[in-house]
């Protein structure tokens, strides 16, 4: 059961990293301050990347491969 609800929370995690890239990204796309939006594209990277290596390191991951 506790394995069950650290994946749920690792997905809720990952999901807003997914979240706040995209709302970076967006506000990026909306703004006309260029040192604002580098800064918000340089942002949403980070949390894309860490949305990746969250997902990289899902233990539900491997559990689906060895079955």
């Known amino acids: 059961m506790a394995d069950s609800n650290d994946r749920r929370d690792q ?4 999901l807003e990293c ?7 990204r967006q506000f990026a796309k909306e703004t006309l301050d260029p040192v604002l939006k580098e800064h918000c ?3 949403a990277q980070q949390w894309t990347d ?6 990289r390191d899902d ?8 079955q």
Request: proline share 4%; net charge negative; aromatic share 0%.
């Open 18 to 24: 997914l979240r706040l890239a995209s709302d970076l």
């Open 59 to 66: 233990p539900g991951d491997s559990e689906s491969l060895d």
């Open 11 to 14: 997905q809720q995690r990952e």
């Open 50 to 55: 860490q949305a990746e290596e969250l997902a």
């Open 41 to 43: 594209l340089r942002m």
